[in-house]
């Protein structure tokens, strides 16, 4: 439910939405969502500071509610870009 969720919104988000591909795997702490766009789109799904990626894995985390939901994109060329936001790790900066 919520693969098939998160690639709705960022198919609608994106310029080739045919392209989009949302795997849903199984860690050790939890879920980690998958997407995968044309390079094209990265930009698109990424947005200014991050904000378009931080609001897609803040509606996956409402919809998962108590699991741990990590949410990645990936950029077909370059592997996968990790932005700050609900279940996606790393820094903020400010």
Not at 26 to 43: Q, S, Y
Not at 53 to 63: F, I, K, S, Y
């Amino acid at each position: 439910m919520l693969a098939d969720a998160l690639e709705h919104l960022v198919r609608g988000i994106v310029t080739n939405p045919d392209d989009v591909v949302v795997k849903d795997k199984d860690l050790r702490r939890g879920r980690m969502l998958e997407v995968r766009v044309n390079p094209e789109d990265i930009g698109k799904v990424i947005g200014r500071n991050g904000r378009t990626a931080t609001a897609l894995r803040t509606v996956v985390a409402a919809l998962a509610g108590r699991d741990q939901v990590r949410v990645d994109f990936v950029d077909v060329d370059k592997g996968p870009r990790r932005t700050s936001g609900p279940g996606g790790g790393g820094s903020r900066r400010r």
